[in-house]
């Protein structure tokens, strides 16, 4: 079993920043893939970013420029710097992960959300 443990939500003026952690633990082989999704109220989670472990990275429009996404290999975590935050970007964020557990087999995982309110 995998767990994602993510940290780092809370409230912030717009304009202010904050940064998210996600440390993953557990039955790991490899992680190809961490990221970062959003939910706010009565819309579809959406992606916000992700990075590889090659360290390729990929940006929702909405985010490019403002937010940046970094990992650390060795410690199974994945960071997200978000500056510049605007009230739109309040939502649930949650930590995924692409997890081979075995030369075989990969799952999804995903953590239990952070809230991110940014006040205007």
């Known amino acids: 079993q995998v767990q994602l443990v993510e940290s780092g939500g809370g409230l912030v003026r717009a304009g202010g920043s904050l940064r998210l952690s996600c440390a993953a633990s557990?039955?790991?082989?490899?992680?190809?893939?961490m990221g970062w999704y959003r939910q706010a109220p009565g819309k579809q989670r959406e992606l916000v970013a992700y990075?590889?472990?090659?360290?390729?990275?990929n940006y929702a429009d909405s985010v490019k420029g403002r937010f940046t996404i970094s990992g650390d290999n060795a410690k199974n975590t994945v960071y997200l710097q978000m500056n510049s935050l605007k009230p739109e970007d309040t939502a649930v964020y949650y930590c995924?992960?692409?997890?081979?557990?075995?030369?075989?087999?990969?799952?999804?995982?995903w953590g239990q959300g952070t809230q991110v309110t940014v006040s205007s």
């Open positions: 995924n992960a692409n997890v081979r557990l075995n030369l075989i087999l990969s799952r999804d995982y």
């Open positions: 557990g039955s790991i082989f490899v992680i190809d893939v």
């Open positions: 990075i590889t472990s090659g360290g390729s990275t």
